[in-house]
Nanobody, 124 residues
């Protein structure tokens, strides 16, 4: 099991920015794909973005986040990031970091390792 830990959530006003981080103490992500998912109250967990750790290739959900959110990684510190700009109230959700060995995937069931989640609340 990879002990993923997210941080960086909080309360932000609409139009603001926030950056989420995810890491796993003592663990590297070589050979892994990392993803960010979110789950709003009463809704299913949905894909936000993913990255192939080896070459930094990125994948995003549809136009709801593309152009506003950026996934990246720091291979030196083994940290995953999600930079979120132009935040909207509908971005309010618990954001989860996830990992799977192999290529990125869009479905949450493809990921084997999950963090505990971090709450983002965007006020209007």
């Amino acid at each position: 099991q990879v002990p993923l830990v997210e941080s960086g959530g909080g309360l932000v006003q609409a139009g603001g920015s926030l950056r989420l981080s995810c890491g796993a103490s003592g663990h590297t992500f070589s050979g892994f794909a990392m993803g960010w998912f979110r789950q709003a109250p009463g809704k299913e967990r949905e894909f936000v973005a993913a990255i192939r750790w080896s070459d930094g290739s990125t994948y995003y959900a549809d136009s709801s986040v593309k152009g506003r959110f950026t996934i990246s990684r720091d291979t030196a510190t083994n940290t995953l990031y999600l930079q979120m700009n132009s935040l909207k109230p509908e971005d309010t959700a618990v954001y989860y970091c996830a990992a799977r060995f192999g290529n990125p995937a869009y479905g949450p069931n493809a990921y084997d390792h999950w963090g505990q989640g971090t709450q983002l609340t965007v006020s209007s």
